[in-house]
C-alpha cells in the first residue's frame, strides 16, 4: 500500500504562486508514473500534469506554460509549481500515482493510489 500526502495549499491572489508537494511512502518510487489531478466546485476531477517514469511530462492546455510538475525520486516527492494562478484554478489538488514503468498519465482511469487533496483557492 503506497500513502500520498499533499502539502502546501492555500490562499493566494490572481497572479500568485503556490508549490504543491505530495510525499510517497512507496520504496520504489521511481517505479510510478504520477499526476495531480484536480476538482472544482462543481465540476468533474480533471487531469492537472503527469510525468512519467522516465522523467517526461504532460499538461491540460490551461495550466500550459504556468504549471511544472517535477518529480525527485531520491526524496520520494512529486512537486507542482504553480505560477500566475488564475481564479479558475481554484479546486481540491491531489496527487495521484500509477504502479509500473510508463509515460506519463493522461487521465484518472488506472491509477493506483491517491492523496487525501489539498485546498487551492484565488482570490480575484
Known amino acids: 500500500q503506497v500513502q500520498l500526502v499533499e502539502s502546501g495549499g492555500g490562499l493566494v491572489q490572481a497572479g500568485g504562486s503556490l508549490r504543491l508537494s505530495c510525499a510517497a511512502s512507496?520504496?520504489?518510487?521511481?517505479?510510478?508514473?504520477l499526476a495531480w489531478f484536480r476538482q472544482g466546485p462543481g465540476k468533474q476531477r480533471e487531469l492537472v500534469a503527469g510525468?512519467?517514469?522516465?522523467?517526461?511530462?504532460n499538461y491540460a492546455d490551461s495550466v500550459k506554460g504556468r504549471f511544472t510538475i517535477s518529480r525527485n525520486n531520491a526524496k520520494n516527492t512529486v512537486d507542482l509549481q504553480m505560477n500566475n494562478l488564475k481564479t479558475e484554478d481554484t479546486a481540491v489538488y491531489y496527487c495521484a500515482a500509477k504502479k509500473g514503468w510508463g509515460p506519463p498519465p493522461r487521465g484518472s482511469g488506472g491509477m493506483d493510489y491517491w492523496g487525501q487533496g489539498t485546498q487551492v483557492t484565488v482570490s480575484s
Open positions: 510525468i512519467g517514469t522516465a522523467g517526461n511530462t
Open positions: 512507496a520504496r520504489t518510487f521511481s517505479q510510478y508514473a
